[in-house]
């Protein structure tokens, strides 16, 4: 099993510690995963950078989830689903979209699903869909700008994904309850 220091605020190299300082005013502590990334400052503000950037797209935040959370299931992080269980929660996603995303289940709602389908699409192909995954997902009504916007959501959660694979990041207390694995 492999590991990766945890910072904090104070151990933290000069160049992160403003990052952490912000986590911790947003999120009320220093998330696990941004105490990993702050041994390399310019990975953790690229990963804040892109999170802030997905967060304003045009999806709601039943999309966000669905982005975010797919992804997630599909390299199996087991920091991430619970991290973003707790934060659905925190969006007041229906619990019905995350227990249906956790589980690999389809989701109830057409368009929600036809999102999760072509993500995974984009995930397992690495980039190469057809031109039926295409047409499937316009077909619901997204159009490039959210192709795009997935490309966006995923460069962000491999920057999560992997980190947490290969630092073994704790899953923080506050999303403890939310504990998975594949």
């Not at 999309?63 to 689903?81: F, G, K, P, R, S």
């Not at 699409?121 to 009504?141: H, I, M, P």
């Amino acid at each position: 099993m492999t590991t990766l220091k945890v910072h904090d605020i104070e151990s933290s190299p000069e160049g992160s510690k403003p990052l952490l300082e912000n986590s911790l005013k947003a999120f009320g502590m220093v998330p696990g995963l941004h105490g990993v990334l702050a041994s390399a400052p310019k990975a953790l503000e690229g990963y804040q950078v892109l999170h802030q950037l997905f967060t304003e797209t045009s999806f709601n935040n039943d999309e966000l989830t669905v982005v975010w959370q797919t992804i997630n299931v599909e390299h199996a992080c087991h920091y991430c689903v619970p991290a973003h269980t707790g934060i659905a929660n925190m969006m007041k996603v229906d619990e019905a979209i995350t227990e249906a995303l956790r589980n690999e289940t389809p989701l109830a709602d057409e368009k929600l699903e036809a999102l999760r389908t072509f993500t995974l699409s984009v995930v397992r192909n690495r980039g190469n869909v057809t031109q039926e995954d295409l047409d499937a997902f316009y077909a619901v009504g997204y159009g490039e700008q959210q192709v795009l916007e997935i490309i966006l959501g995923l460069a962000q959660k491999t920057i999560s994904n992997y980190t947490n694979h290969i630092a073994n990041t704790p899953v923080d207390d506050a999303f403890k309850k939310f504990e998975w694995s594949k």
